[in-house]
Structures are given as structure tokens and as C-alpha cells.
């Protein structure tokens, strides 16, 4: 059966004219005494060498599929697979330890082996991690039990927190006499009690505090070692933004000439944290530009809510879904919202998502999207006033409706409004 998928998966090559492949084998294959039995002929099927990964190999792929997209994750790593399991301590992001065991969600095993093996492995204990980051679909599935059991107000797996108690709880759960499944995908039900016993052994053994649940893979950290250049290492989530506003914008240079507008917003939350996610914002800002102007704000949000990638926290999402939705919609009260937007985020964080989306709208809709002529307008802000600093060239564009976007925008800040008209090139 499985060289039947792998037939269907070169003839998909082929069609796609993948012009790069990294086929690539973990410890089932690497362990297995017949492993040659299986790879020779896919290698055959797929018309190329298949790397038979080692276990330092297989554990820094994990490792850095999952630091592409949690950059700071410190604690262990572990990748639960159907006949092993590869654990990794990560300190701020780089792999101190690592190793593999022989065991996973498929096999038959006992707990007390399990641990056994654990509290051999004597590092696990003495690096006293805190998280526990979780790969693989045991672990995913821990995560859609968790969103059953709580009502989770988002419903994307990767990057959500558990604590261990919650954890341990469900392990009892899904191990006893008549398991209590709930809420655990049809297609890992008859495993997941094998990979409960393991997750409540690695909870008891290396004493961590939380979970957090990866959506990442081997595959990850496959792209990101083999296919990324230094720069979308270093921040994926900016990189793929970039990428989205290349294909959504309708003029060149507005991104980056609204993040510098926007600079002296900065003031209302000055750490890089802040910085980062306004020029985010500003690369996502024409991402539903060609949408019905009554569902833009909706819209706009809800692609934020689930944009197919795992480098955003789930604040951030809900953080960026505020602000393009304000983005498009302003300070209007009738328009559709996604109900996910009033999770999560604390006041003040909200309070700035909405003041940073209120600046986008009021920009853009004053330039008309142009990058011109958001080089002809200034921003500048003091604890008491936002100044709106106005080229010559610009000055036709201002009008009553613009003055009222502007308005709103300071109030939004805490702040009173100034207009200040300039001649040319003095507001720049």
C-alpha cells in the first residue's frame, strides 16, 4: 500500500514539474531489517536516491522545522511517530540534546518500560525545560480533545498551550477501562491510548509545565535547511507576508512606504514585538482589496484567522485579524465580524491592533493606494498629539471624509489631531 501511494505521488510530480525533491526515510525505515525491501524499490518509483536519515539528522530536521516557526522555543521537542519517538532539548531555539527511542503511538508497550526509558535518558530531567513542544498527530489530536473539552475560541492546532495537569488528565482519559475520546479525529482513536501512556511518561519523567502543541514536521525543517535563504530563516512570518503583498497589492512600494509612515506609531508600544506586526500589517493590508466592500473587513479578518501558516502565535493572529479589519471597516458597528476577533487579546493590545488599523485605512484611503503620495504625507506623534504633516502635492486629496478618518485616528491613539500643510517635500 505504501509504495501505491508513493506511485501516485511521483506521477504527481511529474504532472506538477517539480523541479526539486527531497525524498527522505526516518527510523521506521532506518531501524527496520528489511528496510531495503522498501526504499529500493521507491527510489525506483520516484526515479531518485531517498535519504535514509540518521537519528542526529532526523532530530535537527525536527528541531529546525519547529524553530522556522517558533524561533525563541526553548524545552523540549518531541516528535511522536507511529515506532519512535526523537526528543530534543532546545535552548532559546538551538538543540543542546538529543534521541530516539524505539517506541510510538503503533506499538505494543507498556508504560513502565516507557518511562523506564525515559529516566534513562539523563539529561531529560536536568535540563528542567518548562514547554514540551509537540509533534506529530498524536499530539495534534491532545489538541483537538483540549479544544473539545474548553470551547477554544480559535480553531487552529498549532501553537496551542495546555498545561501539563490538563494533559495528564486527558492521558487518564484516554487510558482507562472505557477511554473517553472525545473530541480525538476517528482516525487516531485505537492509538491514541498507546500514545497517552508515552505522553504521561515523558510528562512525568522531564516535569514540564505546558504543551504546546506543533503543526510543524520533518518537513519543515526539511524546506527550511534545503529551500529558504538566510533572510526567511530569520523571520518567516515577515518573509511570507512580503510574499503575499507581491501578489495582492495592486501598486508597487506601498508596504514598505506605509510601514515607514506608521514608524511613529511605534511610540504607543515600543518593542520589536510591536514593530514587527505593523509591518506585517502593512504587507497584509491589500489582502481583500478586490472583495465586495461590504464583506472586505469580514473577510479580510477571517483569511488572517486562517492563513495556512504556522509562524504566528494565536494573539497574533487574532492581533492582525483586528487590525485589517478595522483596516477596512474603521469604527463602523454594522458590519459582519468574525465572533474569534473578541478572543485572547487584552485591552490594551486591542486598543493598538484597531489604532494601527485605523491608520491603514486612513492612509490608504487618503492616497488612494499610491506610494506617491504616501511619500507626500508625514506622520508625528508626542504624548499629547498626532500631527498629520501634508506636502503641497497633496493637498487637493484632503477632504471632509479624510479629516473625519484622521479623527478617528487620534482618538483611537489618545490623541488630539493636528493638520499641518506643508510646501513641497517638507513633510517628508
Known sequence: ATLETITRFAAIIRAMQVTACYPIATAAVRRAKNGADFYRPAEDILGMPIQILSQQDEANYVSRGLTLNIPDADGLVADLGGGSIEIVQLDKGVATHGISHNFGHLSDVDEADVLKAFQNTDWLAACKAKRLYGVGGSFRAFGAAFFHRVSYPLAVLHGTKIKADFVRGMCDEFTSVTPNLDGVPISRRNSMPIAAKIVRALLQESGVEQLVVSGTSIRDGVIAINELN???RADFLLAISQEIAEASNRFAGVSEALNLLLQ????????AAFSRLVEVACNLVEICWQEHSDMRGDLAARRILGLPV???????????????YHRYVGTKQNKPRPAELEALLGERHRAQAITVGLALRFALIFTAG???YLQDIRLELDDSMITLHVNKAARPLFDAACARRFNALAESAGRQPQVVFCEDHDAA
Not at 310 to 324: P, Q, S
Open 310 to 324: 504556522n509562524c504566528m502565535t494565536h494573539k497574533e493572529r487574532v492581533w492582525l485579524g483586528v487590525a485589517l
Open 230 to 232: 538566510d533572510a526567511q
Open 370 to 372: 499610491t506610494k506617491n
Open 264 to 271: 511613529p506609531l511605534v511610540q504607543i508600544n515600543p518593542t
